[in-house]
């Protein structure tokens, strides 16, 4: 049976989260260390390490920043040029799908804002595609290529350019709960949380007849050349938050979804804004681990004290199911499926041990709003 945490509302299915005996989540523990730890000092670090840095490359870059044009990205760039003095290059990935207007803004609005140098790699679209097909029909892991050139062209580019202070956003495994959680400034073990780990190449050249030289760029760099590279984590020297995060970043220009789309499985409007066929993939943790973006943003919430955990229970019953159809028209279209064979893919990935059948529907066996602790009246 699945259990639930009893501070917000993420379930025991998440990998790697683990509950205490309490019945609180790892995210939850994490978030309440922070009243013991000192901040002033960490980002006193945090300038140490930019003065280790800065200049080291005489007028060329001082440090690189993997960034995806989003409300974080907007925030790293800020932080790092505007705040810590640094000359930062600018690395992202592109995936493809038809964009949305404000990713199309905010792509080229983080380079023009800030006065930075942005290169952008868009993949081999012959390749994503096979691969996206493959890796969604076997695994339910449509975008793994494109996550695994997330995390590894920066790295790469960062050894290219010389720039070895690199710079990520948040630990996701120790901020929102993952077998990789620890509290730790250092980047290096980013291949590990989760999102785009190690799948086998030759499987993938086997099953889709792309090639060795096709994949190169999602090989991950040697012990040896990290040890050239000081990739970090700001979420270890500034305590991260995702909504005043925006809040900064908006006064840079960065846009929202408010005016333009209003995502059914969403509770926000502002994060992961770059296009809509990405979006189907964090959303297949539902069928698999039977919660996705709506539970991990009414989670984030209730930590920081926005809503209560029954206004956050009335999200997830409202939106945690239900997969926009924008999302999957596109994601059809680039790859050629139709909705049927799409949604028959899907009904394979459902996990019986979470959901069972009625009526012909996926049904969540014990959903979140069906136990909850108190009666505090919704204002939602």
């Not at 260390?33 to 390490?49: F, G, H, V």
């Not at 905010?106 to 996206?132: R, V």
Request: hydrophobic share 35%; charged share 30%.
């Amino acid at each position: 049976m699945i259990k639930y945490c009893k501070k917000c509302v993420m379930p025991n299915t998440r990998p790697g989260i683990t509950f205490n005996e309490e019945g609180i989540c790892s995210a939850c523990q994490t978030y309440e260390k922070r009243k013991t730890i000192d901040w002033d000092k960490r980002y006193k670090e945090l300038e140490a390490l930019c003065d280790k840095y800065r200049g080291s490359n005489g007028n060329s870059y001082d440090c690189a920043i993997a960034v995806s044009g989003g409300k974080d990205s907007h925030y790293q760039v800020d932080l790092m040029k505007n705040k810590l003095g640094m000359n930062p290059i600018l690395f992202s990935v592109e995936d493809n799908f038809p964009m949305t207007e404000a990713g199309k803004h905010n792509i080229q609005n983080i380079s023009e804002a800030f006065g930075c140098d942005l290169i952008t790699l868009k993949p081999n679209i012959s390749a994503q595609k096979k691969l996206m097909r493959y890796t969604f029909e076997k695994y339910g892991k449509p975008t793994w290529y494109f996550d695994r050139l997330i995390y590894t062209y920066p790295l790469l580019m960062a050894k290219k350019f010389n720039t070895p202070l690199l710079v990520y956003g948040e630990n996701v495994s120790y901020e929102y709960g993952g077998s990789d959680c620890f509290d730790t400034y250092s980047a290096r073990g980013i291949l590990k949380n989760g999102v785009a780990s190690d799948m086998d190449l030759d499987e993938l050249i086997e099953n889709t007849g792309v090639t060795r030289k096709e994949l190169e760029l999602t090989v991950a760099l040697s012990e040896k050349e990290l040890d050239e590279l000081d990739p970090i984590y700001i979420s270890y020297f500034i305590p991260w938050d995702s909504f005043k995060n925006y809040e900064i970043a908006k006064k840079f220009g960065f846009q929202d979804l408010k005016d333009e789309w209003r995502r059914s499985h969403h509770v926000e409007d502002f994060d992961q804004v770059d296009s809509r066929a990405y979006l189907v993939h964090p959303w297949l943790k539902y069928p698999k681990f039977a919660h996705q973006f709506a539970t991990d943003y009414a989670s984030r919430m209730v930590r920081y004290g926005l809503i209560t955990r029954d206004e956050a229970i009335e999200l997830v019953r409202r939106h945690d199911a239900f997969l926009d159809p924008l999302c999957v028209r596109d994601f059809c279209e680039f790859l050629g499926y139709t909705k049927e064979e799409f949604w028959a893919i899907v009904d394979k990935l459902y996990n019986t041990e979470y959901f069972e059948k009625v009526n012909g529907s996926w049904k969540l066996k014990n959903p979140i709003w069906e136990n909850k602790c108190t009666k505090e009246s919704l204002t939602l």
